[in-house]
């Protein structure tokens, strides 16, 4: 059945465009880059509930930049990984901070806020032109998680707003349903009998170490990480070992600090470790939870502690992974960050056999967090460094992502991509972004390509999968 909310991706940007203006004119456009990435977020944990992923989900994505802002580049085989990844809704920080204004000046502009996403996530959930049960049941608990803040901050009343419900056109299962996400170390979705689904008391399938340990030594590069952490999976077996054997062990914390710069794989190792951890039976599922300052701090005393608490319950049984954890304690004494600290600190210490804590950012300010609470250089003290990739480790990247995705270089393009990374590295500076940089570079010559193999009056499957010389850099366009 069609939808009344289906709208092409000019439309759509048109009303997201709309909608968030009017929401400057009353929070003010400073939160505008903060705004696009939370609708992204949102349209990312939207569509795990679609019924499929299409290259319309991709469009519509791209369609959710504020005026002035640049344009999303979302590409269909990115965003399918990244649907994949996605967790519980989440209230943005400043929404926190609205109602906190709202209170003092009686005014509802929260409760407005709640009403425009709605508008937006039904256009979101309809660019397939269905509405399904399931992201109707995501848009409701996104309004009602930000209603329920309003009240308890004691944001006046205000209309209300649409019910997803209303807008359903099929109870098609979801994206997730069809393809469920795999466990570290799992190499495909699980299946259940024929009679049934999984038992609720059946233990978590085990990852495959062997599998977890290929893919660590596969990385590019990181060879003194891969090191560090074989030393620590030694560490963990060994101390079991002496257990088993009715033998003394020594305390052993397994929290770590990730130093380095961004794009550096502190992500992807930390995600390792926890399916490795898993595998040899430190940890009772190994789920990697990723989160920022954004995500356990609030707007106003008390919540900071229950927003903190929220996120260390999810990742009971696996590892907590707080990126730029030094912004934690970069607000002074009254700030909320504090309260997020001592959470954490306590959770490590009420949950030893059950929680992995890594805090990760540059090495400087993450060496003066560690100074700023004495309990947190105590319960850290396993540091692992992440290197800057060098120039080939850049090319490797990103040979390894042109194979993923099934382009090849020609022979002008492949002497080429060696000068070029090796340029990149050498040329790095403050901003330097290591395997995002390689990530981003990918992408646009993926979009250069496309530009100029469409303009072929009949291209073969040879140029659909050629990268050029022309495709690496914007100001050289045509020619082979």
């Not at 009998?193 to 977890?212: C, F, I, M």
Request: net charge negative; with cysteine.
């Amino acid at each position: 059945m069609p939808t009344q909310w289906k709208r092409s991706p000019e439309e759509l940007h048109k009303t997201y465009v709309a909608n968030t203006e009017a929401f400057y004119r009353i929070a003010g456009r400073g939160l505008a880059g903060q705004m696009d990435d939370f609708c992204v977020s949102c349209a990312l944990q939207l569509f795990s509930h679609s019924a499929s992923l299409t290259e319309e989900h991709a469009a519509a994505v791209n369609a959710l930049y504020s005026k002035g802002r640049p344009q999303p580049k979302w590409l269909l085989w990115a965003l399918t990984t990244e649907v994949g990844k996605q967790t519980a809704f989440l209230p943005p920080l400043f929404f926190w901070s609205l109602t906190e204004q709202d209170v003092q000046r009686g005014t509802d502009c929260s409760r407005v806020f709640i009403r425009m996403l709605t508008n937006i996530l039904l256009c979101l959930a309809a660019v397939d032109d269905d509405v399904t049960y399931a992201e109707a049941e995501y848009i409701t608990e996104c309004a009602d998680k930000l209603s329920a803040l309003c009240d308890s901050a004691g944001v006046k009343k205000g209309k209300p707003g649409l019910r997803a419900a209303d807008f359903v056109t099929s109870a098609e299962p979801s994206f997730l349903e069809k393809n469920p996400p795999r466990a570290a170390g799992q190499t495909g979705p699980a299946q259940a009998e024929a009679g049934g689904g999984t038992s609720a008391e059946q233990p978590p399938e085990k990852p495959d170490l062997d599998e977890l340990m290929a893919e660590l030594d596969g990385l590019v590069g990181l060879e003194q990480v891969k090191k560090d952490v074989k030393s620590m999976m030694n560490l963990v077996k060994v101390r079991q070992l002496r257990k088993d054997a009715g033998l003394p062990v020594p305390p052993l914390s397994l929290h770590m600090v990730f130093m380095g710069n961004p794009g550096t794989g502190k992500t992807t190792v930390a995600r390792l470790i926890g399916g490795l951890y898993a595998a040899i039976g430190a940890l009772s599922k190994g789920q990697l939870i990723e989160v920022d300052r954004s995500g356990l701090v609030a707007g106003y005393v008390g919540q900071t502690a229950i927003k903190t608490q929220e996120v260390i319950s999810s990742a009971l049984g696996g590892v907590l992974f707080i990126d730029e954890a030094y912004s934690l304690a970069s607000g002074g004494e009254n700030d909320f960050g504090r309260e997020a600290i001592e959470t954490i600190l306590k959770a490590m210490e009420d949950h030893r056999d059950e929680l992995v804590v890594i805090v990760a950012g540059y090495t400087g300010p993450m060496e003066k967090f560690l100074d700023s609470n004495p309990g947190l250089e105590s319960r850290f003290n396993k540091y692992i460094f992440f290197e800057d990739y060098n120039g080939d480790e850049l090319n490797a990247i990103f040979h390894l992502q042109c194979s993923k995705n099934g382009y090849e270089l020609d022979p002008e393009a492949e002497a080429y991509a060696k000068e070029f990374f090796t340029g990149l590295y050498e040329d790095r500076d403050e901003n330097f972004g290591n395997g995002r940089d390689v990530r981003n570079q990918f992408e646009d010559m993926v979009v250069r390509q496309a530009d100029r193999v469409a303009a072929m009056e009949a291209p073969s499957k040879e140029d659909l999968v050629r990268f050029t010389k022309a495709d690496f850099l914007p100001e050289q366009t045509g020619g082979k």
